[in-house]
């Protein structure tokens, strides 16, 4: 049972573009949701998370848009630069639990 | 701050051996988590310690096991190993339970192949 839904699979963004993942989730008891990114050959970092208190937090280029009736959010990449080909997860966890559910993640290439 | 370091980064098992693997956790963190990270796929919680307690366990059989020390390091524990545990193994600590308020800090993993 997959409980956090992420699309799209793989992504190229010209430079300069806005790239775009999304995930949806199934269990309505997650109230934190993560973005992480991962570069080859290195462990997940955070880049920005959010509760569902809001529906949008914006950290520099990265922003996270919150859907609460429907379940989703997703991370908007401004101005994408090629420094930002990685592969970015989305997470959630559970009120009361530390542990963090994953997505299958997206791998982003930013071309020049 | 020197982060969270795991060892070995690389290992080659046979069918049927067990492992160990190592992290040191980012100095001041005392809550270490384990997550499996098969190719092409997120990161899957097995296990989370808390003060040397374990304190959450995901899907995983009891084949996969592990310790924290008093110094907040940790082991991750696998016998019996099979072809589907071939992954990268990462680990993950923070201070406190806190990893929902400071996000957790992830080491670069060891990537175990088992032939």
């Known amino acids: 049972q997959q409980q956090v839904k992420q699309s799209p699979q793989s992504l190229i963004v010209q430079k300069g573009g806005i790239s775009i993942i999304n995930c949806a989730y199934e269990n309505t008891a997650f109230d934190y949701f993560p973005w992480y990114q991962q570069f080859p050959g290195k462990g997940p970092a955070l880049l920005i998370a959010i509760r569902p208190d809001v529906s949008e937090k914006k950290e520099g280029r990265f922003t996270i848009s919150f859907n609460k009736s429907a379940k989703q959010f997703s991370l908007h990449i401004m101005d994408s630069q090629p420094g930002d080909s990685a592969t970015y997860f989305c997470?959630?966890?559970?009120?009361?639990?530390?542990?963090?559910?994953f997505g299958k993640g997206t791998m982003l290439l930013v071309s020049p | 701050e020197t982060g969270v370091t795991q060892s070995p980064t690389h290992l080659i098992k046979t069918r049927g051996q067990q492992v160990t693997l190592r992290c040191s956790s980012q100095s001041g963190h005392n809550t270490v988590s384990w997550y499996q990270q098969a190719l092409g796929q997120g990161p899957q919680f097995i296990f989370q310690?808390?003060?040397?307690?374990?304190?959450g366990r995901g899907n995983f059989p009891p084949r996969f096991s592990g310790l924290q020390f008093p110094n907040y390091s940790s082991e991750l524990n696998v016998n019996a190993l099979e072809l589907d545990d071939s992954a990268l193994y990462l680990c993950a600590s923070s201070p406190g339970m806190g990893g929902r308020v400071y996000g957790y800090t992830f080491g670069s993993g060891t990537r175990l192949t088992v032939v």
């Open positions: 997470a959630a966890s559970k009120s009361g639990y530390s542990t963090l559910t």
């Open positions: 310690y808390y003060r040397e307690e374990e304190n």
